[in-house]
Protein backbone atom coordinates (compact mmCIF):
# COMPACT_ATOMS: atom_id res chain seq x y z
CA UNK A 1 0.00 0.00 0.00
CA UNK A 2 1.67 3.66 -1.06
CA UNK A 3 1.99 5.94 1.32
CA UNK A 4 1.47 9.75 0.13
CA UNK A 5 2.86 12.47 1.65
CA UNK A 6 0.66 15.57 3.14
CA UNK A 7 1.28 18.90 2.66
CA UNK A 8 3.30 20.99 5.19
CA UNK A 9 -0.04 22.62 6.63
CA UNK A 10 -2.08 19.05 7.55
CA UNK A 11 1.22 17.39 8.52
CA UNK A 12 1.67 19.53 11.50
CA UNK A 13 -1.76 19.59 12.44
CA UNK A 14 -1.42 15.47 12.47
CA UNK A 15 1.90 14.58 14.86
CA UNK A 16 1.99 10.88 16.04
CA UNK A 17 1.89 12.75 19.47
CA UNK A 18 -1.30 14.92 20.65
CA UNK A 19 -0.03 17.10 23.37
CA UNK A 20 -1.86 19.37 25.92
CA UNK A 21 0.37 22.36 27.43
CA UNK A 22 -1.09 24.05 30.95
CA UNK A 23 -0.92 27.50 31.24
CA UNK A 24 2.73 28.81 33.73
CA UNK A 25 2.70 32.27 34.23
CA UNK A 26 6.56 32.39 34.17
CA UNK A 27 6.89 33.23 30.99
CA UNK A 28 10.98 31.81 30.98
CA UNK A 29 9.79 28.33 32.10
CA UNK A 30 8.73 25.90 29.48
CA UNK A 31 5.28 24.90 29.77
CA UNK A 32 4.94 21.26 30.96
CA UNK A 33 3.73 19.31 28.16
CA UNK A 34 1.58 15.81 29.17
CA UNK A 35 0.65 13.12 26.48
CA UNK A 36 -2.92 12.55 26.49
CA UNK A 37 -3.39 10.28 23.67
CA UNK A 38 -1.48 8.71 20.33
CA UNK A 39 -1.70 8.86 16.66
CA UNK A 40 -1.10 5.33 15.35
CA UNK A 41 -1.84 6.35 11.84
CA UNK A 42 -4.22 8.68 9.67
CA UNK A 43 -7.01 7.80 7.17
CA UNK A 44 -7.77 10.69 5.13
CA UNK A 45 -8.33 13.10 8.17
CA UNK A 46 -9.67 10.80 10.01
CA UNK A 47 -6.89 9.91 13.05
CA UNK A 48 -6.42 5.91 14.67
CA UNK A 49 -5.27 6.51 18.18
CA UNK A 50 -4.27 4.19 20.37
CA UNK A 51 -7.66 4.33 22.11
CA UNK A 52 -8.96 3.41 18.82
CA UNK A 53 -6.57 -0.16 18.96
CA UNK A 54 -6.96 -0.60 23.15
CA UNK A 55 -10.77 -0.91 21.83
CA UNK A 56 -10.55 -3.40 18.73
CA UNK A 57 -8.41 -5.52 21.09
CA UNK A 58 -10.87 -5.34 23.96
CA UNK A 59 -13.45 -6.53 21.76
CA UNK A 60 -11.28 -8.77 19.84
CA UNK A 61 -11.87 -6.95 16.37
CA UNK A 62 -9.58 -10.02 15.22
CA UNK A 63 -8.91 -12.94 17.44
CA UNK A 64 -4.91 -13.28 18.14
CA UNK A 65 -3.14 -16.17 16.68
CA UNK A 66 -1.94 -19.76 18.58
CA UNK A 67 2.07 -18.42 19.52
CA UNK A 68 1.42 -15.19 18.39
CA UNK A 69 3.61 -12.38 20.24
CA UNK A 70 1.44 -9.30 21.23
CA UNK A 71 3.63 -7.23 19.60
CA UNK A 72 2.62 -9.12 16.21
CA UNK A 73 -1.34 -9.12 17.84
CA UNK A 74 -0.83 -5.54 18.02
CA UNK A 75 0.34 -4.91 14.19
CA UNK A 76 -2.33 -6.46 13.19
CA UNK A 77 -5.13 -4.87 15.06
CA UNK A 78 -3.30 -2.06 13.85
CA UNK A 79 -3.91 -3.22 10.36
CA UNK A 80 -7.45 -4.34 10.47
CA UNK A 81 -8.32 -0.64 12.42
CA UNK A 82 -7.18 1.02 9.57
CA UNK A 83 -8.48 -1.26 6.57
CA UNK A 84 -11.99 -0.93 8.66
CA UNK A 85 -11.19 3.29 8.38
CA UNK A 86 -10.52 3.17 4.68
CA UNK A 87 -13.72 0.69 4.26
CA UNK A 88 -15.97 2.92 6.00
CA UNK A 89 -14.40 6.46 4.57
CA UNK A 90 -15.35 4.58 1.22
CA UNK A 91 -18.47 4.32 1.79
CA UNK A 92 -19.05 7.56 3.37
CA UNK A 93 -17.55 9.06 0.21
CA UNK A 94 -19.63 7.36 -2.25
CA UNK A 95 -22.74 8.42 -0.42
CA UNK A 96 -23.43 4.86 0.12
CA UNK A 97 -24.28 5.00 4.03
CA UNK A 98 -27.92 6.01 3.80
CA UNK A 99 -28.50 3.80 1.29
CA UNK A 100 -27.55 0.60 3.10
CA UNK A 101 -29.73 -1.26 6.01
CA UNK A 102 -27.22 -0.60 8.55
CA UNK A 103 -28.07 -3.06 11.81
CA UNK A 104 -25.49 -1.25 14.67
CA UNK A 105 -27.25 -2.72 17.55
CA UNK A 106 -27.35 -6.03 16.43
CA UNK A 107 -23.33 -5.60 15.53
CA UNK A 108 -22.77 -3.62 19.25
CA UNK A 109 -24.15 -6.50 20.87
CA UNK A 110 -22.03 -8.83 19.39
CA UNK A 111 -19.26 -6.39 20.45
CA UNK A 112 -19.83 -6.78 23.68
CA UNK A 113 -20.20 -10.42 24.05
CA UNK A 114 -16.71 -11.06 22.46
CA UNK A 115 -15.43 -8.54 24.77
CA UNK A 116 -16.76 -10.71 27.63
CA UNK A 117 -20.11 -9.14 28.18
CA UNK A 118 -21.88 -5.63 29.46
CA UNK A 119 -20.07 -5.63 33.10
CA UNK A 120 -16.82 -6.82 32.22
CA UNK A 121 -16.32 -4.92 28.94
CA UNK A 122 -17.82 -1.42 31.01
CA UNK A 123 -15.14 -2.03 33.45
CA UNK A 124 -12.03 -2.50 30.60
CA UNK A 125 -13.54 0.21 28.96
CA UNK A 126 -13.14 2.54 32.08
CA UNK A 127 -10.18 1.57 32.69
CA UNK A 128 -8.81 2.46 29.27
CA UNK A 129 -10.40 5.95 29.42
CA UNK A 130 -13.37 4.40 26.94
CA UNK A 131 -17.05 4.84 27.67
CA UNK A 132 -20.09 3.23 25.03
CA UNK A 133 -19.91 6.00 22.46
CA UNK A 134 -16.29 4.97 21.53
CA UNK A 135 -17.75 1.41 21.41
CA UNK A 136 -20.91 2.58 19.34
CA UNK A 137 -18.38 4.32 16.61
CA UNK A 138 -16.83 0.88 16.31
CA UNK A 139 -20.28 -0.89 15.87
CA UNK A 140 -21.09 1.40 13.29
CA UNK A 141 -18.51 1.22 11.16
CA UNK A 142 -18.33 -3.07 11.47
CA UNK A 143 -22.04 -2.62 10.57
CA UNK A 144 -21.40 -0.12 7.79
CA UNK A 145 -18.83 -2.98 6.28
CA UNK A 146 -21.02 -5.66 7.08
CA UNK A 147 -24.12 -4.05 5.08
CA UNK A 148 -22.07 -3.36 2.01
CA UNK A 149 -20.73 -6.70 1.77
CA UNK A 150 -24.09 -8.62 2.37
CA UNK A 151 -25.99 -6.10 0.10
CA UNK A 152 -23.83 -5.24 -2.64
CA UNK A 153 -20.99 -7.44 -2.85
CA UNK A 154 -22.35 -10.93 -2.10
CA UNK A 155 -25.55 -10.50 -4.72
CA UNK A 156 -23.00 -10.12 -7.51
CA UNK A 157 -21.77 -13.38 -6.39
CA UNK A 158 -22.64 -16.63 -9.02
CA UNK A 159 -21.81 -20.27 -9.03
CA UNK A 160 -21.98 -22.68 -11.74
CA UNK A 161 -23.04 -26.27 -12.07
CA UNK A 162 -19.60 -25.99 -13.90
CA UNK A 163 -17.99 -25.16 -11.06
CA UNK A 164 -19.43 -26.98 -8.51
CA UNK A 165 -18.44 -30.07 -10.63
CA UNK A 166 -14.73 -29.23 -10.76
CA UNK A 167 -14.80 -28.68 -6.98
CA UNK A 168 -16.09 -32.00 -6.57
CA UNK A 169 -13.45 -33.38 -8.53
CA UNK A 170 -10.60 -31.40 -7.15
CA UNK A 171 -11.70 -31.06 -3.36
CA UNK A 172 -12.87 -34.61 -2.90
CA UNK A 173 -12.43 -37.22 -5.82
CA UNK A 174 -9.34 -36.40 -6.10
CA UNK A 175 -8.47 -36.21 -2.59
CA UNK A 176 -9.88 -39.78 -1.63
CA UNK A 177 -8.40 -41.15 -4.91
CA UNK A 178 -5.24 -42.18 -3.15
CA UNK A 179 -7.30 -43.97 -0.20
CA UNK A 180 -9.84 -46.52 -0.49
CA UNK A 181 -13.02 -44.74 0.45
CA UNK A 182 -15.46 -43.97 -1.52
CA UNK A 183 -16.38 -40.51 -2.30
CA UNK A 184 -19.82 -38.85 -1.49
CA UNK A 185 -22.43 -38.60 -4.42
CA UNK A 186 -22.36 -35.20 -5.99
CA UNK A 187 -25.82 -34.93 -4.91
CA UNK A 188 -25.27 -34.79 -1.40
CA UNK A 189 -22.49 -32.21 -1.19
CA UNK A 190 -23.70 -29.88 -3.53
CA UNK A 191 -24.73 -27.10 -1.65
CA UNK A 192 -21.64 -27.44 0.51
CA UNK A 193 -19.80 -27.35 -2.24
CA UNK A 194 -21.52 -24.31 -3.35
CA UNK A 195 -21.17 -22.19 -0.21
CA UNK A 196 -17.69 -22.66 0.01
CA UNK A 197 -17.32 -21.29 -3.57
CA UNK A 198 -19.55 -18.48 -2.57
CA UNK A 199 -17.46 -17.53 -0.04
CA UNK A 200 -14.04 -18.00 -1.94
CA UNK A 201 -15.41 -15.99 -4.83
CA UNK A 202 -17.02 -13.01 -1.80
CA UNK A 203 -13.77 -12.64 -0.53
CA UNK A 204 -12.07 -11.82 -3.86
CA UNK A 205 -14.79 -9.18 -4.39
CA UNK A 206 -13.84 -7.76 -0.73
CA UNK A 207 -9.97 -7.52 -1.58
CA UNK A 208 -10.96 -6.29 -4.83
CA UNK A 209 -13.07 -3.28 -2.90
CA UNK A 210 -10.22 -2.45 -0.22
CA UNK A 211 -7.74 -2.24 -2.79
CA UNK A 212 -9.68 0.33 -4.78
CA UNK A 213 -11.07 1.99 -1.67
CA UNK A 214 -7.05 2.04 -0.28
CA UNK A 215 -6.08 3.82 -4.14
CA UNK A 216 -8.43 6.70 -3.02
CA UNK A 217 -7.61 7.49 0.57
CA UNK A 218 -4.65 9.23 1.95
CA UNK A 219 -3.18 6.54 4.82
CA UNK A 220 -0.06 7.30 6.79
CA UNK A 221 1.19 5.57 9.49
CA UNK A 222 3.36 6.34 12.60
CA UNK A 223 3.92 3.14 13.90
CA UNK A 224 4.70 -0.20 12.63
Not at 22 to 47: M, N, Q
Not at 139 to 159: G, K, M
Not at 197 to 208: D, F, R
Request: with cysteine; hydrophobic share 40%; aromatic share 4%.
Amino acid sequence: METRCYDTRVRAALLPLILIAFSHFAVADEPPRETIEEVLAVVGDTPILLSDSELSALVRLVDPETGESSEDYRTRLLDARIRLEIQFRDLEDAGLLFRLDLEPERVRGLLVARGGGRDVLEVQLSSKGLGWPDLDELALRVAAVDAYVEQRLRPRVSVTMEEIEAAYQQLLVNEIAATDETPPPLSTVQKHLRDILVEQKLNVEIESWIQRATERQEVTRFTG
